[in-house]
């Protein structure tokens, strides 16, 4: 017979069947107990305190980011109201009639800063609004006079041409005829006179001084009509410019305003008002004997 190799043992052979599955049971069980442990811990006044303390600090730096700044009053004061119901509904809690009363003064006081702010915010809003729309009127009536001044410009420069076509034609003929008259040769033998000629030359040249005459009152009476508009239109152009500066001045004026949160002073110092009571009844009540319940 030859040699027969032993079978090896496996390595998990011997092992306790099912110690993993124990060792996870206890494991279970003490998490679970654990659990209960923290459930069942009760918050010490400290703890409590510690919270709302910590909580009233964040609420008082608060910032709101967007304006208008009035419609995050009511959000936020119901926040610091929460707050402080939470704390006094907890079981570890007693308040005593001098935080009421303090919590009750400090929140009264602060709704009506609020809404003083509120109104005043929402006013300059509203100012804001009216005034962009007076500058947008205004911007429009610059571009309304910049267009009737270029039309009645355009339709006088139509009527000057109208007027003058004619003169400057007559003009043109008179020359013509000057000049012929000029470039004729008088004589006996000719059928034309000296005499003649000259008094052709006289009637053609006063005729000529006549047009042109016409033709200067006709260009003066159109550009004094010309200067009268650009006076009014420069007239009613700078007003208009005047009006724009003023709106955009006070729009930036009040813009500057409502663009800070004035409200932050006021939160800061009544989360810290709160704080101080809060404070103050922890005192009262280390100092207060054991024996005394507090109502």
């Known amino acids: 017979m030859g040699f027969q190799p032993r079978a090896r043992t496996p390595r998990d052979f011997g092992r306790r069947p099912g110690k993993n599955k ?16 923290e459930e069942e811990h009760v918050a010490t006044l400290a703890e409590v305190s ?37 704390f ?3 079981s570890a809690v007693t308040v005593d009639d001098k935080f009421r009363e303090e919590r ?9 800063t ?27 009536l610059l571009a309304q006079t910049d267009r009737e001044y270029a039309a009645r410009i355009s339709d006088i420069a139509g009527k000057r041409e109208r007027a003058v ?27 034309t006179s000296k005499k003649a000629k000259a008094e052709k030359t006289t009637e053609t040249t006063q005729k000529l001084d006549t047009t042109k005459e016409e033709l200067t009152r006709i260009e003066k009476s159109f550009a004094s ?37 004035d409200s932050v002073d006021a939160r800061h110092a009544t989360c810290e008002a709160l704080t101080n009571a809060l404070n103050l009844m922890l005192q009262r009540k280390q100092s207060a004997p054991e024996n005394v319940s507090e109502s």
Request: charged share 35%.
């Open 22 to 37: 124990i060792q996870t049971k206890l494991g279970k069980r003490r998490s679970g107990t654990d659990r209960r442990l």
């Open 50 to 86: 510690g919270r709302v303390l910590n909580s009233l600090s964040r609420l008082g730096d608060q910032r709101f980011a967007v304006a208008p700044f009035y419609e995050h009053y009511d959000r936020w004061l119901l926040n610091v109201r929460n707050v402080l119901s939470e």
């Open 88 to 90: 006094e509904a907890n």
């Open 104 to 112: 009750s003064r400090i929140l009264s006081d602060t709704e009506l």
């Open 114 to 140: 609020l809404n003083d702010k509120r109104v005043r915010e929402a006013s300059n809003h509203e100012t804001v609004r009216k005034l962009n729309h007076g500058l947008l009127d205004a911007r429009s």
């Open 165 to 191: 076509k004619p003169v400057v034609t007559n003009l043109g003929r008179l020359r013509e005829e000057l000049n012929r008259i000029a470039h004729m040769r008088a004589g006996f033998l000719r059928g």
């Open 225 to 261: 009509d010309q200067e009268k508009l650009k006076k009014e239109y420069q007239r009613r152009k700078q007003n208009i410019l005047e009006d724009i500066a003023r709106y955009q001045k006070e729009i930036e004026r009040i813009d500057t305003g409502i663009q800070a949160d």
